[in-house]
């Protein structure tokens, strides 16, 4: 009653002023004025919506101390680490932007889920061996109150990497290093071989390393999902949305050699909402770019690679979405339960998935990327296993029965196939942990704790990922990983 | 009366130094030479008490050497007393071998087995109703493969067939027991596949017709309904 009578009254008693006729008028628009005050006025009264502030539930916050671009496993092992290893409990905000929440097309999701100590370089296994034990504690790690714990499905079976003459020597000595820095990895002979695989064919196989402990292969899903919970619980803020634009500030510094450099510094990002134009800027002091396979993307919109080539400025991130494909076939008569996974010297890899004489396997993708099919390869199936040579014949499948296929990107480092850790020399407040090219799965805790050591402390602590900064792309130094998978 | 014949069930190499009467005994499997001689003694003992008699004092008198010797005295297990305590005189025996370790309802983890894969010449496990051992416990016992030939994983509630399928580095497994374990997703195929995995085990604890559903002719009649017409 009150609501019908007040416009009534206010309309025509203000409306007999005219906007000349006011004494000390301070307001041209009177009349806009009038039916703002209106709408307060509506709003105020009991019985309306009050929706004088709008609706940004769906926005990320205004200020956030970390921006973490990617929401896969890297990415949330990083803002875990982070908020694990603050001094003070909730004085970092972190905030996770992933593009898509369904994981579609993210690595992790689409990952086979294996986990081996056999590499050649000593930082890979030691980051391996500490994922084992991460994985093997995750539930002291991840626990939540209330929420039940979590089973990783994990297999112990150990990876049996197969290898030629000419490669021979290489695993030898990859093997010593792997046993130096306490990976359980023993060397098979072909006689071996076939005494514990019978259903190996051995034929061109000169030397085998299999992995005994703390290899194997989980569910990538339930680990990415623990960690969502946890980080959840722990206070920190996901947003659905795309970075579009990063805000930098430069500054001009003088190197000791007298040359002039721009060091710029990322203040603020814009995060998009999905089938929207709107975005929301997000004022951070820190932005860890774990995107995988698009992480060159958001490297360029930080302006890293736009300079001339050969100089610090023109060094692009070399981390590109190499596609590869993942087949499941159902075999009556296949190896049996102690099958470990077995990977060959070209890149190809299978293992036992389930009870039922299920195998699922695919090849690694080659150094040169060959132009493949854009769709998943059900329709090619038999042809894409016999035409790309797909099993060298080191196992006998006999009228294998392919079932279902994916396909999934590896963020391929073209330049020297493993991961890119640390903060960028002039961009000084962007983070990499990405382009680990099929690793990043295995080594997603070790990389997360660095990462977070980094930015905490400074340095690393625990393990030393030097060899994998940024800086090695300009000076050119591969810090190439030689063992055969 | 001949006094029954008194066979002795102590091996023969625990007594190699000293001989009695021509050695005492049926252990030993005689050689060719001394069958006469075994045949005489035997002749001597049916027909003669005092044979009989000194023949029996001195294998007592073997005996009691062998048992002074004998640190164990029918304690083949060592057990810890009603207040959970193992006695100081197992200090004792730290040269022995380990043989068989019963460590059933115990609450031993992963980083426990550090212990239990020291003891090279294990030959039997008992890791039954354990809470804690999960897989990658088992993935652990890897090292034992040389001497380990019975190992009981009965009742333990996170071993799942995934952990079952790194038992196969045992190949000197006579028994394996994997009855009982809950987290096992299909008990009836694991136990068929473990048994392929382990040829010259003896694979116990489920059974194979487990999961398998009833025919419609063998389906149980349920009373209360009405027979069908």
């Given at each position: 009653?009150?609501?019908?009578?007040?416009?009534?009254?206010?309309?025509?008693?203000?409306?007999?002023?005219?906007?000349?006729?006011?004494?000390?008028?301070?307001?041209?628009?009177?009349?806009?004025?009038?039916?703002?005050?209106?709408?307060?006025?509506?709003?105020?009264?009991?019985?309306?919506?009050?929706?004088?502030?709008?609706?940004?539930?769906?926005?990320?916050?205004?200020h956030s101390d970390v921006v973490v671009v990617g929401?896969?496993?890297?990415g949330?092992?990083v803002a875990?680490w982070l908020k694990?290893l603050e001094?003070?409990?909730?004085g970092m905000r972190v905030l996770v932007v992933?593009?898509?929440?369904?994981?579609?097309?993210?690595?992790?999701?689409?990952?086979?889920?294996?986990?081996?100590?056999?590499?050649?370089?000593?930082?890979?296994?030691?980051?391996?061996?500490?994922?084992?034990?991460?994985?093997?504690?995750?539930?002291?790690?991840?626990?939540?109150?209330?929420?039940?714990?979590?089973?990783?499905?994990?297999?112990?079976?150990?990876?049996?990497?197969?290898?030629?003459?000419?490669?021979?020597?290489?695993?030898?000595?990859?093997?010593?290093?792997?046993?130096?820095?306490?990976?359980?990895?023993?060397?098979?002979?072909?006689?071996?071989?076939?005494?514990?695989?019978?259903?190996?064919?051995?034929?061109?196989?000169?030397?085998?390393?299999?992995?005994?402990?703390?290899?194997?292969?989980?569910?990538?899903?339930?680990?990415?999902?623990?960690?969502?919970?946890?980080?959840?619980?722990?206070?920190v803020f996901?947003?659905?949305?795309?970075v579009?634009?990063f805000?930098t500030s430069?500054?001009?510094?003088?190197?000791?050699?007298?040359?002039?450099?721009?060091?710029k510094s990322i203040h603020e990002v814009?995060?998009?909402?999905?089938?929207?134009?709107?975005?929301?800027?997000v004022e951070c002091a820190i932005v860890i770019n774990a995107?995988?396979?698009?992480?060159?993307?958001i490297?360029?919109?930080a302006?890293?690679?736009?300079?001339?080539?050969?100089?610090?400025?023109?060094?692009?991130?070399?981390?590109?979405?190499?596609?590869?494909?993942?087949?499941?076939?159902?075999?009556?008569?296949?190896?049996?339960?102690?099958?470990?996974?077995?990977?060959?010297?070209?890149?190809?890899?299978?293992?036992?998935?389930?009870?039922?004489?299920?195998?699922?396997?695919?090849?690694?993708?080659?150094?040169?990327?060959?132009?493949?099919?854009?769709?998943?390869?059900?329709?090619?199936?038999?042809?894409?296993?016999?035409?790309?040579?797909?099993?060298?014949?080191?196992?006998?499948?006999?009228?294998?029965?392919?079932?279902?296929?994916?396909?999934?990107?590896?963020?391929?480092?073209?330049?020297?196939?493993?991961?890119?850790v640390g903060p960028h020399?002039?961009v000084v407040n962007m983070y990499f942990a990405?382009?680990?090219?099929?690793?990043?799965?295995?080594?997603?805790?070790?990389?997360g704790?660095?990462v977070a050591e980094m930015i905490l402390e400074g340095?690393?602590?625990?393990?030393?990922?030097?060899?994998?900064?940024?800086?090695?792309?300009?000076?050119?130094?591969?810090?190439?990983?030689?063992?055969?998978? | 009366?001949?006094?029954?014949?008194?066979?002795?069930?102590?091996?023969?190499?625990?007594?190699?130094?000293?001989?009695?009467?021509?050695?005492?005994?049926?252990?030993?499997?005689?050689?060719?030479?001394?069958?006469?001689?075994?045949?005489?003694?035997?002749?001597?003992?049916?027909?003669?008490?005092?044979?009989?008699?000194?023949?029996?004092?001195?294998?007592?008198?073997?005996?009691?050497?062998?048992?002074?010797?004998?640190?164990?005295?029918?304690?083949?297990?060592?057990?810890?007393?009603?207040?959970?305590?193992?006695?100081?005189?197992?200090?004792?025996?730290?040269?022995?071998?380990?043989?068989?370790?019963?460590?059933?309802?115990?609450?031993?983890?992963?980083?426990?087995?550090?212990?239990?894969?020291?003891?090279?010449?294990?030959?039997?496990?008992?890791?039954?109703?354990?809470?804690?051992?999960?897989?990658?416990?088992?993935?652990?016992?890897?090292?034992?493969?040389?001497?380990?030939?019975?190992?009981?994983?009965?009742?333990?509630?996170?071993?799942?067939?995934?952990?079952?399928?790194?038992?196969?580095?045992?190949?000197?497994?006579?028994?394996?027991?994997?009855?009982?374990?809950?987290?096992?997703?299909?008990?009836?195929?694991?136990?068929?596949?473990?048994?392929?995995?382990?040829?010259?085990?003896?694979?116990?604890?489920?059974?194979?017709?487990?999961?398998?559903?009833?025919?419609?002719?063998?389906?149980?009649?349920?009373?209360?309904?009405?027979?069908?017409?």
């Amino acid at each position: 009653m009150i609501r019908r009578v007040l416009p009534h009254g206010l309309g025509r008693g203000l409306l007999t002023r005219r906007p000349g006729t006011r004494r000390g008028g301070f307001s041209l628009d009177w009349d806009g004025k009038v039916s703002e005050i209106k709408k307060k006025i509506k709003s105020i009264l009991p019985g309306t919506p009050c929706d004088v502030l709008p609706d940004t539930s769906h926005l990320p916050p205004e200020h956030s101390d970390v921006v973490v671009v990617g929401g896969g496993v890297l990415g949330l092992s990083v803002a875990y680490w982070l908020k694990q290893l603050e001094n003070r409990r909730g004085g970092m905000r972190v905030l996770v932007v992933e593009r898509d929440h369904t994981y579609s097309q993210a690595s992790t999701g689409l990952s086979v889920g294996g986990i081996c100590q056999q590499f050649s370089l000593p930082e890979n296994i030691q980051l391996s061996l500490f994922s084992a034990s991460f994985l093997r504690n995750i539930n002291e790690y991840l626990a939540v109150t209330n929420a039940p714990p979590l089973d990783l499905q994990f297999n112990p079976s150990g990876y049996l990497l197969l290898a030629s003459e000419k490669d021979a020597a290489a695993m030898e000595s990859n093997v010593k290093v792997q046993k130096q820095e306490g990976a359980k990895v023993c060397l098979m002979s072909p006689d071996q071989l076939r005494n514990k695989f019978p259903w190996i064919n051995t034929e061109g196989v000169a030397l085998a390393s299999y992995g005994m402990e703390n290899e194997g292969w989980f569910d990538p899903w339930c680990l990415l999902h623990g960690l969502r919970q946890k980080l959840m619980s722990m206070g920190v803020f996901f947003c659905q949305g795309e970075v579009t634009r990063f805000v930098t500030s430069s500054q001009r510094m003088m190197t000791t050699d007298d040359e002039m450099v721009t060091l710029k510094s990322i203040h603020e990002v814009h995060v998009k909402m999905d089938h929207s134009l709107e975005y929301q800027p997000v004022e951070c002091a820190i932005v860890i770019n774990a995107a995988g396979a698009w992480s060159a993307q958001i490297a360029a919109l930080a302006g890293i690679g736009k300079g001339p080539p050969g100089t610090l400025q023109g060094t692009k991130l070399p981390v590109e979405p190499r596609k590869r494909y993942v087949y499941v076939w159902h075999c009556p008569q296949g190896p049996g339960l102690e099958t470990p996974l077995v990977a060959d010297t070209s890149g190809a890899y299978f293992r036992r998935e389930g009870l039922g004489s299920n195998y699922l396997g695919g090849r690694s993708p080659a150094e040169v990327s060959r132009v493949g099919w854009d769709m998943l390869a059900r329709r090619h199936r038999i042809i894409v296993m016999k035409e790309s040579g797909f099993w060298p014949g080191s196992v006998c499948f006999v009228h294998p029965q392919v079932q279902t296929a994916w396909a999934g990107y590896y963020d391929y480092n073209t330049f020297d196939q493993n991961g890119v850790v640390g903060p960028h020399p002039l961009v000084v407040n962007m983070y990499f942990a990405t382009g680990f090219s099929g690793h990043g799965l295995q080594q997603a805790p070790g990389v997360g704790r660095a990462v977070a050591e980094m930015i905490l402390e400074g340095s690393f602590q625990t393990i030393d990922l030097s060899p994998f900064l940024f800086n090695r792309f300009y000076l050119g130094e591969k810090t190439q990983e030689n063992n055969i998978m | 009366m001949a006094a029954p014949w008194v066979s002795l069930r102590l091996v023969a190499p625990m007594w190699n130094g000293t001989r009695g009467i021509h050695r005492l005994g049926g252990a030993v499997v005689p050689e060719g030479n001394q069958k006469k001689e075994r045949k005489m003694l035997q002749f001597l003992n049916n027909h003669f008490y005092d044979v009989e008699a000194l023949r029996g004092y001195l294998l007592q008198r073997e005996m009691s050497k062998v048992h002074l010797k004998n640190r164990f005295r029918d304690k083949e297990w060592i057990r810890p007393d009603k207040y959970g305590h193992f006695s100081p005189e197992f200090w004792n025996f730290r040269e022995v071998p380990v043989e068989a370790v019963d460590a059933s309802d115990c609450e031993i983890n992963y980083e426990g087995l550090d212990n239990l894969l020291l003891l090279k010449e294990l030959q039997s496990l008992s890791l039954q109703r354990c809470p804690h051992v999960d897989d990658w416990c088992l993935s652990r016992l890897y090292p034992l493969a040389d001497s380990l030939q019975e190992l009981s994983l009965a009742g333990c509630p996170r071993v799942s067939e995934r952990g079952l399928a790194c038992l196969h580095h045992l190949q000197n497994l006579r028994r394996l027991d994997i009855s009982d374990l809950p987290a096992v997703s299909n008990p009836g195929l694991t136990q068929i596949l473990v048994e392929e995995m382990l040829p010259n085990c003896q694979v116990v604890g489920v059974d194979w017709a487990e999961g398998l559903k009833l025919g419609p002719e063998e389906q149980p009649q349920d009373t209360a309904s009405p027979v069908p017409a």
